[in-house]
């Protein structure tokens, strides 16, 4: 299926979505933006609408066009719904989400923290709290670059050999969780399991949700919702000393 008719397909639901959660009729949608109804039928069936009558409903609804036009709304969990209901524009990036709290040493150099396996729980709820970040462990790596700003998981498990219980993963922060590279190891920080390393299937665009996949085939592949996920962090290095 080519981008643009792949693109209209998902607006026409995402109109139809919209609509009904307002239980707003066709005809009341039609009349509050002054079109055809025929056309709105049009439009929810995936006909492409011109720009003009997009900004009209980017604007009705207060969402983006390109979050109108390339995601699946419906698969978005109720806070992210709530909020587009307040007049907040959906965020599926990651980047609007929080800013990220760090700590720096004596010169001004960023650190980086430890989140040892019996931290991450409090991890995972403290992660945007400055006192929790400022009571971590923390060291430096020179031959990092000074580009990114990087934390240092334990690993809990043995779900991801060669990294095996009780390694250090040292990861980079990621801003726009779009650009996740499918097949790639990441460190996914989630509200319900807490820090989690894994291989990770970018289906953001399609389904708003990683798959997560171990290297120990024991384990199954399950997917997250970026509802539930707190951070993202990018491996670079690991290695199994102990603190």
């Known amino acids: 299926m080519k981008k643009e008719q792949k693109e209209s397909l998902v607006f026409g639901s995402n109109l139809n979505f919209l609509r009904t959660r307002k239980k707003l009729s066709q005809t009341q949608l039609a009349v509050d933006l002054e079109i055809k109804r025929t056309s709105l039928i049009g439009y929810e069936k995936g006909v492409q609408p011109p720009f003009k009558v997009l900004l009209q409903l980017a604007d009705y609804f207060g969402i983006s066009i390109d979050a109108l036009m390339r995601y699946n709304l419906s698969k978005l969990g109720e806070f992210e719904l709530s909020r587009i209901d307040q007049g907040f524009d959906v965020d599926i990036t990651g980047s609007k989400l929080r800013l990220l709290v760090t700590t720096t040493d004596k010169k001004g150099k960023e650190n980086i923290e430890l989140v040892k396996q019996k931290a991450q729980a409090g991890y995972a709820a403290g992660y945007n709290d400055p006192g929790f970040i ?87 592949p399950y997917l997250v919702s970026v509802n539930s996920i707190a951070e993202v962090w990018k491996f670079e290095t690991f290695n199994g000393f102990e603190v």
């Open 134 to 220: 400022e009571s971590l462990p923390k060291f430096q790596l020179p031959f990092l670059s000074r580009n990114k700003t990087y934390r240092c998981f334990q690993i809990d498990g043995d779900s991801m050999p060669p990294v095996a219980n009780g390694s250090w993963v040292t990861a980079s922060f990621v801003e726009d969780w779009t650009k996740l590279k499918s097949g790639t190891p990441y460190v996914v920080v989630t509200k319900d399991d807490g820090v989690v390393f894994k291989l990770v299937y970018n289906k953001i665009e399609e389904e708003q949700s990683l798959l997560l996949v171990s290297t120990n085939r024991l384990y199954e």
